[in-house]
């Protein structure tokens, strides 16, 4: 059973950069066939998602969040890794982490998710 | 992108049917069969119930279903039971390589 976990701070100071790790857990993320991304919640309203990596460090972001966002893989570690730069109150957030499964385009396993509050 | 849409909420009662609708547009819903459904419940992470239009994955009872009519998806809950009530999110994939979610239906059972 493949399990996700998110980690880091749960309070980011505006301006500051948000950084999250996913680790992942019964199945290997250098597997082929699965892409690693990271979705958000706004408090109390709908999913967004964020972007995507494979194993190999190819990477897909959310075009309005493109220019501030980074995932990056640790294959040696079975670690995925979302940084947020330059952020506001707006993107207070639960932020999940997912299993694409490719061939489908769906998310299968999902990470308990984090609330990460931007307050100074 | 543009979220997909779904009814703010539904209701109905124990053992009736409900029926939750997604509109996008032919960039998405429409233009693939790439449509998954999930249900949330007050505090935890989403749970995939439908993908692929209308396919369960194990495990997921067989109350749930799915459809799809142009640029339109649709859930069905038959049976409604009191453990349905929660929060239930479209997805597609798009033609930008993106994913976009719906807005979210919130389903009270009566």
């Known amino acids: 059973q493949v399990q996700l976990q998110e980690s880091g701070p749960g309070l980011v100071k505006p301006s500051q950069t948000l950084s999250l790790t996913c680790t992942v857990s019964g199945g290997s993320i250098s597997s082929g066939g699965y892409y690693w991304s990271w979705i958000r919640q706004h408090p109390g309203k709908g999913l967004e998602w964020i972007g995507y990596?494979?194993?190999?460090?190819?990477?897909y972001y959310n075009p309005s969040l493109k220019s501030r966002v980074t995932i990056s893989v640790d294959t040696s570690k079975n670690q995925f890794s979302l940084k947020l730069s330059s952020v506001t109150a707006a993107d207070t957030a639960v932020y999940y982490c997912a299993r694409v499964v490719a061939a489908g385009k769906l998310f299968d396993y999902w990470g308990q998710g984090t609330l990460v509050t931007v307050s100074s | 992108q543009s979220a997909l849409t779904q009814p703010a909420s539904v209701s109905g009662s124990p053992g009736q049917s409900i029926t939750i609708s997604c509109t996008g547009t032919?960039?998405?819903?429409?233009?693939?069969?790439?449509v998954s459904w999930y249900q949330q419940h007050p505090g935890k992470a989403p749970k995939l119930i439908i993908y692929a239009v209308a396919n369960r994955p194990s495990g997921v009872s067989n109350r749930f279903s799915g459809s799809k009519s142009g640029n339109t998806a649709s859930l069905t809950i038959s049976g409604l039971q009191a453990e349905d009530e929660a929060d239930y999110y479209c997805?597609?994939?798009?033609?930008?390589?993106?994913?976009?979610f719906g807005g979210g239906t919130k389903l009270t059972v009566l």
């Open positions: 990596i494979y194993y190999s460090g190819s990477t």
């Open positions: 032919s960039s998405d819903v429409g233009g693939y069969n790439y």
């Open positions: 997805s597609s994939y798009t033609s930008t390589y993106t994913w976009v």
